[in-house]
Each structure stands twice: as structure tokens, then as C-alpha cells.
């Protein structure tokens, strides 16, 4: 089995900031990409950022230049480092990666539990 596990959200005033981690543990043969998604209440889940294994990243409009992805491939680590936070960025985060649990197996998506991010104006 694989497990995602976020840590990092919580309640911050506008123009602060947080980092959000997520790491990947259990039966792993390799990550391919890792990212950050967000869903706000009455909203579809959108991509926040994203990167590969060999760190090239991706980057929502909304958050270009305030968020960075970043991630530890020795710990299976991705992390969200966001800047400037705004209150249009509360939302749930869910790590996202994609992995291959044998050299065997197709690469399967998994996702974390979701993390609640708040910023107030």
C-alpha cells in the first residue's frame, strides 16, 4: 500500500505565508511527478503546481510568482511553500503523485487526505 500525508495547513492572516509538506510512504518503486491541487467549497479541485522527478514545475496563473513546489526525491517529499497568501487561496490542498509501486506496474495516481488552508482578509 501507498500512503500520501499532508501537514502544514491552517489559519493565516492575508499576506502570510505557509509550507505545506506531503510525503510518500509504503510500497515504492518510484514518484514521477508530485503536486499540489486545491478545492474551494463549491468549486472543482484545480491544480496549484506541480513537479517531476527531475524538477521541472508547473504553475497555476493564480499563483505564479507567490507559490513554490518543491520536493526531496530521498524522502519522497513534495513541498508548497506559499508567499503573499491571498483570502481567494483558502481551500482544501491535496497532494497528488504519481507512482509505480514495481518496475512492473503502470505509474497509479494517489492522493493525500487534504489539508485545510484558511487565509483571512
Known amino acids: 500500500q501507498v500512503q500520501l500525508v499532508e501537514s502544514g495547513g491552517g489559519l493565516v492572516q492575508a499576506g502570510g505565508s505557509l509550507r505545506l509538506s506531503c510525503t510518500a510512504s509504503g510500497s515504492i518503486f518510484s514518484i514521477n511527478a508530485m503536486g499540489w491541487y486545491r478545492q474551494a467549497p463549491g468549486k472543482q479541485r484545480e491544480l496549484v503546481a506541480a513537479i517531476i522527478r527531475g524538477g521541472s514545475t508547473n504553475y497555476a496563473d493564480s499563483v505564479n510568482g507567490r507559490f513554490t513546489i518543491s520536493r526531496d526525491n530521498a524522502k519522497n517529499t513534495v513541498y508548497l511553500q506559499m508567499n503573499s497568501l491571498k483570502p481567494e487561496d483558502t481551500a482544501v490542498y491535496y497532494c497528488?503523485?504519481?507512482?509505480?509501486?514495481?518496475?512492473?506496474?503502470?505509474?497509479?495516481?494517489?492522493w493525500g487526505q487534504g489539508t485545510q488552508v484558511t487565509v483571512s482578509s
Open positions: 497528488h503523485a504519481e507512482i509505480r509501486r514495481a518496475f512492473w506496474r503502470p505509474e497509479d495516481d494517489y
